[in-house]
């Protein structure tokens, strides 16, 4: 390309910072990566108009990239977890899992997962630290239409009764306690014992702790436990049962509380029905279903 040849581009100024920008985009770029280049630089740009930032404040803003980035690890997703308390993970989630009103709905996934479980029979306690308030989880898996699923297989992780999963434990809680891989029978069902949920702080020793806390806002997640149900020929649905009575279940700080999934949590004072299962008068029962969308 000869001078005479070589494509002018518009000179930078305050008015026009956003078009400057996007207008030095190649001819030959792929065209959604030339749509989210430009839109993300379109709306950084109107921020910065609307911010007014002094170079101090322009300064921190780097500063807390480069920290939330120093705070990632192959066990800490800092940047995952400032997605989630700002509301963009759950946003991502809904835009890619509109589902027909029937079906289970999701929600987010968080950094405990642990993939890889081996099955565990129906009924089994997953609770092998003896702490928290019983509770038994009975569930079918079900299609839009109401046919049980069978052999669906469904992971289940949550925090023990001092807010904390066993991955961030290690050498504290016993390996594996409050997780459990089941499958479900000819009618669809499964159930396991464990324990209700409580509420639990993300982690708050990093830079998002810091944002939260600069914001006014608490680090807590409303009690929940996690269920990953997976069937063939049907969408994998990732998403939480909530407990009713949690303080926290209207300003979840992630975002992740949908009417659908509160449970129905009953407190079950049965002398019988707890010695067979083991458990000691009252304990918790919840009965929710998982209604999977068939893929397209
Ligand atoms: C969780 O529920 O495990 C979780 C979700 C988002 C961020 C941190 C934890
Ligand atoms: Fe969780």
Same mark, same amino acid.
């Given at each position: 390309?000869?001078?005479?040849?070589?494509?002018?581009?518009?000179?930078?100024?305050?008015?026009?910072?956003?078009?400057?920008?996007?207008?030095?985009?190649?001819?030959?770029?792929?065209?959604?990566?030339?749509?989210?280049?430009?839109?993300?630089?379109?709306?950084?740009?109107?921020?910065?108009?609307?911010?007014?930032?002094?170079?101090?404040?322009?300064?921190?803003?780097?500063?807390?990239?480069?920290?939330?980035?120093?705070?990632?690890?192959?066990?800490?997703?800092?940047?995952?977890?400032?997605?989630?308390?700002?509301?963009?993970?759950?946003?991502?989630?809904?835009?890619?899992?509109?589902?027909?009103?029937?079906?289970?709905?999701?929600?987010?996934?968080?950094?405990?997962?642990?993939?890889?479980?081996?099955?565990?029979?129906?009924?089994?306690?997953?609770?092998?630290?003896?702490?928290?308030?019983?509770?038994?989880?009975?569930?079918? !898996?079900? $299609?839009?239409?109401? &046919?049980?699923?069978? *052999?669906? +297989?469904?992971?289940? =992780?949550?925090?023990?009764? @001092?807010?904390?999963?066993?991955?961030?434990?290690?050498?504290?809680?016993?390996?594996?306690?409050?997780?459990?891989?089941?499958?479900?029978?000819?009618?669809?069902?499964?159930?396991?014992?464990?324990?209700?949920?409580?509420?639990?702080?993300?982690?708050?020793?990093?830079?998002?702790?810091?944002?939260?806390?600069?914001?006014?806002?608490?680090?807590?997640?409303?009690?929940?436990?996690?269920?990953?149900?997976?069937?063939?020929?049907?969408?994998?649905?990732?998403?939480?049962?909530?407990?009713?009575?949690?303080?926290?279940?209207?300003?979840?700080?992630?975002?992740?509380?949908?009417?659908?999934?509160?449970?129905?949590?009953?407190? !079950?004072? $049965?002398?019988?029905? &707890?010695?067979?299962? *083991?458990? +000691?008068?009252?304990? =918790?029962?919840?009965?929710? @279903?998982?209604?999977?969308?068939?893929?397209?």
């Amino acid at each position: 390309m000869n001078a005479s040849t070589k494509q002018s581009f518009p000179l930078f100024d305050e008015a026009h910072s956003a078009e400057a920008v996007n207008a030095r985009i190649g001819p030959n770029v792929d065209p959604r990566t030339r749509e989210i280049a430009s839109a993300v630089v379109r709306h950084l740009h109107a921020a910065v108009k609307e911010i007014e930032p002094t170079h101090e404040e322009w300064l921190a803003a780097i500063n807390f990239l480069t920290n939330t980035g120093h705070m990632c690890s192959d066990w800490r997703q800092e940047f995952i977890l400032l997605s989630d308390v700002l509301g963009v993970s759950m946003l991502v989630d809904a835009i890619n899992h509109r589902r027909p009103t029937q079906a289970t709905e999701n929600t987010i996934l968080g950094p405990f997962f642990v993939d890889g479980l081996s099955i565990s029979d129906n009924g089994t306690n997953i609770c092998r630290d003896g702490k928290g308030e019983p509770l038994v989880v009975h569930s079918r !898996v079900v $299609d839009i239409k109401g &046919a049980p699923i069978s *052999g669906a +297989t469904i992971d289940v =992780w949550q925090t023990n009764d @001092d807010g904390f999963y066993d991955v961030q434990q290690q050498g504290i809680q016993p390996e594996g306690n409050l997780r459990g891989k089941f499958t479900s029978d000819a009618d669809g069902r499964f159930w396991f014992r464990s324990v209700k949920p409580r509420f639990y702080p993300i982690p708050d020793d990093g830079p998002v702790g810091k944002m939260l806390g600069k914001l006014g806002r608490h680090p807590n997640r409303a009690a929940h436990i996690h269920f990953i149900i997976e069937a063939p020929g049907f969408e994998t649905v990732i998403t939480h049962i909530f407990a009713p009575d949690c303080p926290y279940l209207q300003e979840d700080t992630v975002f992740g509380v949908k009417e659908s999934l509160i449970g129905r949590f009953e407190h !079950v004072e $049965d002398a019988d029905a &707890a010695e067979k299962l *083991g458990f +000691t008068s009252p304990f =918790w029962s919840v009965e929710q @279903d998982f209604v999977l969308k068939p893929l397209a």
